[in-house]
Nanobody
C-alpha cells in the first residue's frame, strides 16, 4: 500500500511563494510507477484539480488557474512529489491534497478526481495580507 503525507502549507502574503511536499511510503508497489496529482479544496467549495505528473518523464498537467505560477515535480529517489507555488493569490487559499493514480503506468496524465486514490490528509494554504 501507498501512504501519502502532505506538508509545507502555511500563511503567506499575496505574491509570495510556498513549496508543498507529498511524501510517499511505498509498502507493496513502487511509487515511481504511478502518476501523482495535487488537488485543492477552498472553504465551502468542491475539491478541484491543480496539477499532476505522469509516472515517468516530464509530462505534466495544470489547471488553467495555476498555469505559469505553479510547478509540479517529483524526486523518486526520495519518494516525494513537490508543488512549487509562486505569485500566490488569495483565491489560492485552500486545503491542498495529493493523491496517487488508481492505475499503474497510465499513458496519459490523469486530471479527474475519480482517477486517484490513496489521498493524503491535506495541508492548509492561506494567502492573506
Amino acid at each position: 500500500q501507498v501512504q501519502l503525507v502532505e506538508s509545507g502549507g502555511g500563511l503567506v502574503q499575496p505574491g509570495g511563494s510556498l513549496r508543498l511536499s507529498c511524501a510517499a511510503s511505498v509498502l507493496t508497489s513502487p511509487f515511481s510507477g504511478y502518476a501523482i496529482g495535487w488537488f485543492r479544496q477552498p472553504p465551502g467549495k468542491e475539491r478541484d484539480f491543480v496539477a499532476a505528473t505522469k509516472w515517468s518523464g516530464d509530462n505534466r498537467a495544470y489547471a488553467d488557474s495555476v498555469k505559469g505560477r505553479f510547478t509540479i515535480s517529483r524526486d523518486n529517489a526520495k519518494n516525494t512529489v513537490y508543488l512549487q507555488m509562486n505569485s500566490l493569490k488569495p483565491e489560492d487559499t485552500a486545503s491542498y491534497y495529493c493523491a496517487k493514480d488508481r492505475l499503474i503506468r497510465r499513458s496519459m496524465v490523469p486530471t479527474r478526481i475519480g482517477d486517484f486514490n490513496s489521498w493524503g490528509q491535506g495541508t492548509q494554504v492561506t494567502v492573506s495580507s
